[in-house]
């Protein structure tokens, strides 16, 4: 890769590691479902008149919006709400990059070379040893629910494969028009009426600007980015950035929140990456592109 697409991805791992954080903060002011409810809408709404027609059918913006939308970035901000830290859920979501080799095998018939399943056990060691120490604490719940969101988000990769769209960024914004609605339901239902309007009749600078970072710069620049670097080279050679993410993520987290990882967190965490780097730098496969396509 040349310096410059270098700089390019390393810019995008950090906007994506800072947006756990924006996430964190946006968990003050607003609660899980409808701060993810409006992070949909800021996304989709200035989008959507740049973008064009839908470059795929209904079924899969419907689809993989459910799946993509309201159940991973539902369960990842519920976790994060109950306590998950920024940092360490920057690292676990990465696990998608293995539940989508798994589901790739389970659903497309695909065969898992030796490096991928030694990176799959290595990495799944690295989640046992990470729930270890959060059953100590008080997020075990929370990390349980990032987990599934990254089980999510790898169904939803396949997902994104199959609808074979021609043009990601155009299927990631008309995906964005899907989970409000659900999610608005949700908030209604679990959150209640009462909160939602507390919440919207009190916003701070903090709340507002947590949306717009995490729609705009993590979304919409981010994944404008990574969809370049993807027209530009293999995704074998991209998706190993996307490590980063966790990186820049416990960084951030420990410089803006004053979050700090237990020494097994973080030889867990460790263990964690060179197990989805084996599982990312295996030779090409038909999963190569949707490992790495979808961001957050």
């Not at 999510?152 to 994104?160: K, R, S, T, V």
Request: hydrophobic share 60%; aromatic share 10%.
């Amino acid at each position: 890769m040349k310096p410059i697409h270098i700089a390019l991805a390393l810019l995008v791992a950090a906007l994506w590691g800072i947006n756990f954080v924006a996430i964190k903060i946006g968990l003050k002011d607003f609660p899980p479902f409808l701060l993810s409810a409006l992070r949909f809408l800021a996304v989709a709404i200035p989008m959507l008149f740049f973008v064009g027609k839908p470059c795929v059918g209904w079924r899969w913006i419907v689809s993989i919006g459910l799946v993509f939308g309201v159940v991973k970035f539902g369960l990842l901000f519920l976790g994060m709400d109950l306590g998950m830290p920024a940092g360490l859920s920057s690292l676990v979501l990465q696990a998608q990059a293995l539940f989508t080799v798994l589901f790739a095998v389970l659903l497309l018939g695909e065969r898992l070379r030796p490096i991928q399943s030694a990176g799959i056990v290595l990495a799944a060691g690295g989640l046992v040893l990470i729930g270890i120490e959060r059953a100590q604490e008080t997020s075990l719940a929370g990390l349980v629910l990032v987990v599934a969101a990254a089980c999510a988000w790898g169904y939803a990769n396949i997902l994104m494969k199959q609808a074979k769209a021609p043009n990601m960024l155009n299927l990631i914004v008309w995906v964005a028009v899907i989970p409000p609605l659900p999610m608005l339901g949700l908030s209604w239902i679990f959150e209640g009426p009462d909160r939602i309007l507390a919440t919207l009749t009190a916003l701070s600078w903090s709340g507002i600007l947590s949306v717009l970072y995490i729609a705009w710069a993590s979304t919409i620049v981010g994944f404008s980015l990574w969809v370049y670097l993807l027209r530009l080279y293999s995704a074998s050679v991209v998706a190993p950035f996307s490590l980063m993410v966790p990186v820049f993520g416990i960084a951030a987290s420990a410089l803006m929140l004053g979050e700090q990882l237990s020494a097994l967190e973080i030889a867990a965490g460790a263990l964690t990456l060179v197990g989805l780097l084996c599982v990312v730098r295996a030779p090409k496969s038909r999963t190569e592109v949707a490992v790495s396509a979808a961001r957050p």
